[in-house]
């Protein structure tokens, strides 16, 4: 018997990835109508190629929950090897996710109550590289022999404490959201305006505007160190939303007293379809936990 760890593909983690890590996909719908086409998120739409349509199309892709049919074989795989599941989802306020996860065990429960007992559910309150850093962190602790009761209990209390800072690089994706007024957002892109917004508790709220990219990335430290340190034996990443890297290794080196008192850089992800479909193209978010009291 071992400890499974099964999460949504809103967590930009590939499937395949790591060992004792099942990876549940979301659907990315383009086009509207006969037009449409689906894609399964990680799976036949790697974050490169949504980057590459995103910037083709008029209107914004579609995210959907998976079905719960896709929980309930994750599970079932998980029962069949006599494991222990902890599931990690989406925030519950970006998608429906967690509750397709909830009706899967549902049903396995009113069949075998004793195993499904060995589901526990987790809504991260978060995406991208946060939701991903409580999936590192919940594989690291299975690694260090700690029960599903204890790492259930660990990733409860502290995911109230993890931060996802964002900095935009256009606002042209919030108008198509409805986030962003037409006339803000076009007056906006004329003074260089990058908002830093925050993803807490599944809602995207903006912290800060700052004109110009070098006066945005250092807003987006100000909001980084007002929370009051970083935990640094927690894990650490920054997300880049486009088909380069290059931005968000310039970030972390250019914000390298950020990082002084860490056992190294941050990891350093592509951020697929969930939350890129909000950013655009251009967008830096840095995930990590403050430090707990």
Excluded at 207 to 233: H, P, W
Aim: proline residues 4%.
């Amino acid at each position: 018997m071992s400890i499974r760890i099964i999460t949504d593909s809103a967590s930009d983690i590939a499937q395949g990835s790591q060992q004792g890590l099942e990876i549940v996909p979301l659907s990315i719908t383009f086009g509207e109508g006969a037009n449409a086409k689906v894609y399964a998120d990680g799976v036949d739409l790697t974050p490169q190629r949504f980057y590459e349509l995103l910037v083709e199309t008029d209107t914004l892709p579609k995210t959907s929950q998976p079905a719960p049919g896709l929980f309930r074989d994750a599970y079932l795989s998980a029962r069949e090897a006599n494991d222990d599941v902890v599931v990690i989802t989406i925030a519950s306020g970006l998608s429906g996710t967690y509750q397709s996860a909830q009706l899967a065990l549902s049903e396995i429960e009113a069949k075998d109550p004793e195993w499904a007992a060995r589901v526990h559910i987790i809504e991260s309150g978060s995406a991208c590289v946060g939701q991903r850093a409580l999936v590192e962190w919940a594989l690291r602790m299975v690694c260090e022999g700690m029960s599903c009761e204890q790492i259930v209990k660990e990733l409860e209390l502290r995911k109230r404490d993890l931060r996802v800072v964002v900095l935009l690089d256009t606002l042209e994706y919030l108008r198509r959201g409805g986030r962003l007024t037409g006339g803000a957002a076009a007056v906006g892109t004329l003074l260089s305006i990058k908002p830093v917004v925050e993803l807490r508790d599944g809602v995207i709220s903006i912290l800060g505007k700052a004109r110009g990219s070098k006066n945005g990335k250092n807003l987006l430290n100000q909001k980084i160190e007002a929370v009051g340190g970083i935990d640094y034996d927690l894990p650490i990443n920054v997300g880049y939303a486009g088909t380069s890297a290059h931005l968000a290794n310039k970030y972390i080196d250019d914000s390298s007293h950020l990082w002084e008192s860490a056992s190294g850089k941050p990891s350093v992800w592509p951020m697929g379809a969930t939350i890129g479909t909000h950013t655009g193209p251009g967008a830096i978010a840095v995930s990590f936990f403050a430090k707990h009291v």
